[in-house]
């Protein structure tokens, strides 16, 4: 059975939650979004982005931003000089920054949810980013991983954090034994009916997907209907190497969705970081926990529809052979393709809507 807690347990740090955002823990490594930066914000999603005179990248390059800094935001415009594929620029202070590898970001604390069904609820970071915690076996905690704005993780209880308020334990998929702690406002439980299925009336048979590398778009069709089309970045070209797996999206007319999970951790699964950044943050070579809304339709490599907070440069290659998407966008695949995803389940499995990918 799940570990159900009172509220009485909780009277105490009840009462500090919803302060969460502007915690100053004690532990040397703890490192949260500023409470007061509300608005239209971007979050830094890679290691640099320019500041440019102009909105174009011939232009005068005027200082840099670095990862994870959040930027205030004038406006967002679509810049005549592009690139064409991806011609969003924002206006921010000093110049302009391209789009690319910057992620909108906003934040919402939430209440806290105390009992829990024995599968976990599913849940969504709703701050820009917040620093997961381990707790090691002499009662120490450790800084692992950032979580980020749009990333999805499975929560089965409430635990007293190291500042003495509501943390949740994450239970992260890809290993039983991978335990961390976020503060408990930073995370919001979705809702199932958020997550109920779109277009039950339509027969199976008559859903079908189609993905285009060339133009790097997707198309939903509902018999000859297009339901969805949008932008995608489809797997970065690569060599064949044997024995190692490619980069590059597979083709085929004949793939299905066959497993379906709203929170997939992706990468080599190596929870302790080795390197830090000047900031004593742990960095990782493609490490990607809580990616949302995974719909696996290539079961060999491992290749599927997903959400994607690491960048914004939708309409060229930029993935690992996934078919990187717009959150919502990939949120909405999840609900309208077979199998069905049932509430509570951390993998639903089955033969699925057809894709093809050429």
């Known amino acids: 059975m799940s570990k159900r807690l009172s509220r009485r347990d909780f009277i105490k740090m009840s009462a500090l939650s919803l302060t969460g955002l502007a915690l100053r823990p004690y532990l040397k490594n ?52 592009g690139p064409a594929y991806n011609p969003v620029w924002y206006r921010v202070w000093g110049g302009y920054m391209h789009s690319a590898h910057l992620e909108e970001v906003h934040t ?49 209880s409430v635990e007293e954090g190291p500042d003495g308020r509501p943390w949740y334990k994450i239970e992260d998929e890809m290993d039983e034994k991978y335990i ?8 919001r439980p979705v809702p199932e009916w958020e997550l109920t299925p779109l277009s039950l009336d339509v027969p199976p048979e008559d859903k079908l997907i189609i993905v285009s590398i060339a133009e790097q778009s997707l198309t939903a069709y ?49 929870l302790h970081a080795e390197k830090f950044d000047t900031n004593g943050v742990p960095q990782y070579e493609y490490e990607i926990p809580g ?50 995803w049932e509430p509570g389940i951390w993998e639903q499995r089955g033969y699925g809507t057809r894709v093809i990918v050429r």
């Open 30 to 81: 703890a490192i949260y979004p500023d409470p007061e930066r509300t608005g239209n914000i971007v979050r830094v999603a890679t290691y640099s982005v320019s500041v440019y005179r102009e909105p174009n990248d011939k232009s005068q390059i005027l200082f840099q931003h670095y990862q994870d800094e959040l930027v205030n935001v004038y406006h967002k415009l679509v810049s005549p000089d």
């Open 222 to 270: 509902e018999g000859s209907t297009v339901v969805l089309q949008t932008k995608i970045s489809s797997g970065i070209p690569s060599m064949r190497v044997a024995g190692k797996i490619p980069t590059d999206t597979p083709t085929g007319d004949n793939f299905h969705v066959s497993s379906k999970m709203p929170s997939k951790h992706m990468g080599n699964g190596v």
């Open 180 to 187: 961390y702690y976020v503060p408990a406002p930073h995370l």
């Open 291 to 340: 990616v949302p809304w995974t719909s696996f339709f290539e079961p060999l490599t491992g290749v599927a529809f997903h959400g994607t907070y690491w960048h914004s440069n939708f309409g060229t290659p930029m993935s690992h052979g996934c078919v990187n998407m717009r959150t919502d966008e990939a949120k909405w695949i999840f609900r309208w393709t077979t199998p069905v």
């Open 108 to 156: 919402q604390l939430n209440p806290i949810v105390y009992n829990f069904p024995d599968s976990g609820i599913i849940t969504e970071v709703t701050v820009p980013y917040t620093q997961a915690y381990l707790r090691t076996e002499t009662g120490d905690w450790e800084a692992v991983y950032r979580l980020y704005y749009g990333s999805t993780h499975w929560v089965r």
